[in-house]
């Protein structure tokens, strides 16, 4: 470890035991000797020049007598992993992902092809965006068409973390995933034969699944492609290199909304790996949310409609907010158009209380730092509301 201290420097009058200038100098010593001040490899940059009175002439210190100094600095100056560990947060950093490079592009190519739907139109991308933060941000989405579904389109960033898919959670994983849209009359409205149908003719699809896949391309290696390739967009932020010890990672302000979120209560719900996806709860446990909204759908029976049990009326997958500023708007029924909106219903019919402007917008300062670094740098920010 390098050795950081003060130097000082006399420059000396005609009598040799007096110094007459006194230069401090701020002295990084990367290879110190045992001798005095001196330093075989280092860096000296001067801090101070001070006249000293005649009468007052110190005696020249040995370097070692700087010692507490050095030791001071030096802890300073040692890299910040020394004390860098992952803090003890209700919220995880992202783990860091690897999957076959094969198998992701050929997902990803799958995930953008419109054969996959019965007239060619629409693909997973058309509802999932990627450079719109994996959504389509409409009220709900539109398919094959332009016929509407009941509900407001999730991200597919990070749903490989969500402890099931869809806002009832009927899909234990994202194989099973992929069944739904495929199928779905008001989405792709086709089914995996037919897709294969159409992608057998086009002989790059062959050979890539061939390649990859001892069985070749079936519906099985098409969601396993499609899946592994969701699985590899997770979006680190900022806020997990904050959860990684980097303390300067987020603003003062963001660190601040943080601790809103926790003392508001919304880390209940909201925690974990992906800041949510991994538990249901009830829309509306402080309020009658549906009630103030009015014109209830089957949709909004939410996990009621996978187990028919009457205690699962009206509750949900609580949505992870990774990403959550670029993805309006929101709820399973897109009925809350900004952020603004959407913390401030959370406040009111999760937690039961009304939240001062400047606490909300604090925290969604807080949710603006969970925005993935790359997401930040390569996505249209053209109708995402502020
Ligand atoms: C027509 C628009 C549309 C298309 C096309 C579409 N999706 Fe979706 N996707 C949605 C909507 C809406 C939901 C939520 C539906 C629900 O929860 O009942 C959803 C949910 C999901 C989820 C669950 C995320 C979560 O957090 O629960 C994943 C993953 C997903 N879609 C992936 C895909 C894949 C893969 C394809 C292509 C095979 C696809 N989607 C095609 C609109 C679409
Ligand atoms: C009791 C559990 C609970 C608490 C507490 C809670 N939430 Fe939620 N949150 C949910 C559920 C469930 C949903 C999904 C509701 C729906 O659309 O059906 C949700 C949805 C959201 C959404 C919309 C996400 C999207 O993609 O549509 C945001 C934003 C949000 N919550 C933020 C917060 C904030 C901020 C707090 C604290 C003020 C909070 N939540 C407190 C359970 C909770």
């Not at 007239?119 to 509802?127: E, L, P, Q, V, Y």
């Not at 979006?235 to 990672?249: H, I, N, Q, V």
């Not at 809103?260 to 538990?279: P, R």
Request: with cysteine; glycine share 8%; proline share 7%.
């Amino acid at each position: 470890m390098p050795i950081i201290g003060i130097h000082q420097e006399c420059e000396r009058t005609g009598d040799s035991s007096k110094c007459h200038v006194m230069y401090y100098e701020l002295m990084l010593c990367v290879i110190p000797t045992l001798e005095q001040t001196t330093c075989l490899g280092g860096l000296i940059l001067p801090v101070k020049r001070e006249v000293i009175p005649a009468h007052n002439n110190p005696k020249r210190r040995p370097w070692w007598a700087w010692w507490p100094l050095l030791l001071g600095l030096g802890l300073l100056a040692s890299p910040p992993r020394l004390y860098a560990a992952d803090l003890n947060e209700p919220i995880k950093p992202l783990p860091e992902v690897s999957y076959d490079p094969g198998k992701v592009a050929l997902g990803k190519r799958l995930f953008h092809e419109p054969r996959l739907s019965r007239d060619n139109t629409i693909a997973c991308a058309s509802c999932h965006a990627l450079d719109q933060g994996g959504v389509d941000r409409l009220r709900v989405s539109k398919g094959v068409g332009g016929a509407e579904g009941g509900m407001n389109a999730p991200t597919v960033f990070n749903s490989g973390l969500n402890f099931r898919q869809f806002w009832d959670g009927r899909a234990g994983s994202l194989e099973e995933q992929a069944d739904g849209p495929v199928h779905a009359a008001p989405e792709m409205a086709s089914s995996w034969p037919e897709a294969m149908t159409k992608l057998k003719q086009d002989p790059e699809y062959q050979r890539a699944f061939t390649a990859l896949y001892p069985t070749g391309m079936t519906p099985q290696t098409m969601k396993d492609a499609i899946a592994t390739y969701e699985r590899s967009l997770v979006t680190p932020s900022r806020f997990d290199k904050y959860l990684r010890g980097e303390a300067t990672a987020i603003t003062a302000e963001e660190k601040q909304g943080y601790e809103l979120f926790k003392s508001y209560g919304c880390i209940a719900c909201h925690q974990g790996t992906n800041v949510g996806g991994n538990m249901f709860q009830y829309f509306g446990v402080m309020g009658n949310y549906f009630q103030d909204r009015g014109n209830i759908t089957e949709a909004d029976y939410g996990r009621y409609n996978v187990t028919k049990k009457e205690q699962d009326r009206f509750m949900f997958k609580v949505p992870s907010l990774r990403n959550v500023a670029l993805t309006p708007p929101y709820f399973h029924d897109g009925a809350a158009k900004t952020l603004e909106e959407a913390v401030a219903v959370m406040a009111k019919y999760q937690l039961g209380r009304t939240m001062p402007e400047q606490d909300r917008s604090v925290i969604i300062q807080f949710l603006r730092s969970l925005t993935g670094e790359q997401l930040e740098a390569t996505t249209s920010n053209k109708s995402a509301h502020k």
